[in-house]
């Protein structure tokens, strides 16, 4: 069975500082890991995602994400935030493609502040 | 990436009665899924619809309070049944990309039940 765990359901950080949103996964099988993002009042936005390819992967709005086998993670960095940052984010795995559905497990989610 | 439409963006509905949510894709696409995302809490796999045959549910959901429609590889339509105020969410339909790893959101169907 696949689940994600996302710690910390609030992350307040300052304007121009380190953004960093935690996601443990569990996956019987070599997991796709994905973030998404979700805006106020907007549906999800795929932020990036990982496929077995290169461990640290690079998505839009400066955002990327290594996936750390050993610690079974999959965290979300970004250098530097921004006001527009501020939104909720979403960690989600799947199980790649397969027979039938290809479904997605999303974690709780964790909502970003950006403080000014 | 494909792009995705719903309608409608949101509704306020009566107790009992039902509604109907549109889901539009650009191109054509072989699995469809729909979610519900509960206030404040994650999004909840509802369904999975393959055009020509039956949607498949997840445990919890059943085709008598969430029937679905698959008329096409570019449409879909979640209805919700004998709707309660514990309905109130919001609805997502995604589409699965040409490849199979990554599902693409719709902006989502805000659901309020009186």
């Known amino acids: 069975a696949q689940s994600v765990t996302q710690l910390g359901s609030h992350v307040s950080v300052s304007e121009g500082a380190l953004v960093l949103l935690r996601c443990n996964y569990s996956s019987s099988v070599p997991p796709y890991l994905f973030w998404y993002v979700q805006y106020p009042n907007q549906g999800l936005q795929l932020l990036l995602k990982?496929?077995?390819?290169?461990?640290l992967v690079k998505g839009i709005n400066g955002f990327e994400a290594e996936f750390k086998k050993s610690e079974t993670s999959f965290h979300l960095t970004k250098p530097s935030a921004h006001m527009s940052d501020a939104a909720e984010y979403f960690c989600?795995?799947?199980?790649?493609?397969?027979?039938?559905?290809?479904?997605?497990?999303f974690g709780t989610g964790t909502r970003l502040t950006v403080i000014p | 990436s494909a792009v995705i439409s719903q309608k409608p963006s949101r509704d306020i509905c009566q107790r009992g009665t039902s509604l109907t949510i549109q889901c539009q894709v650009d191109?054509?696409?072989?699995?469809m899924f729909w979610y519900r995302q509960q206030p404040g809490q994650s999004l909840t796999l509802i369904a999975t619809?393959?055009?020509?045959?039956?949607?498949?549910?997840e445990s919890g959901f059943v085709i008598d309070k969430f029937p679905i429609s698959r008329p096409n590889l570019t449409f879909s339509t979640l209805t919700v049944s004998n709707l309660s105020p514990e309905d109130s969410s919001i609805y997502l339909c995604?589409?699965?990309?040409?490849?199979?790893?990554?599902?693409?959101f719709g902006p989502g169907t805000r659901l309020l039940v009186l």
């Open positions: 990982y496929t077995s390819a290169a461990t």
């Open positions: 995604s589409v699965e990309a040409q490849g199979g790893e990554t599902q693409y």
């Open positions: 619809a393959n055009q020509g045959s039956e949607a498949t549910y």
């Open positions: 989600a795995v799947s199980v790649g493609i397969r027979t039938g559905a290809n479904n997605l497990f």
């Open positions: 191109s054509q696409v072989t699995m």
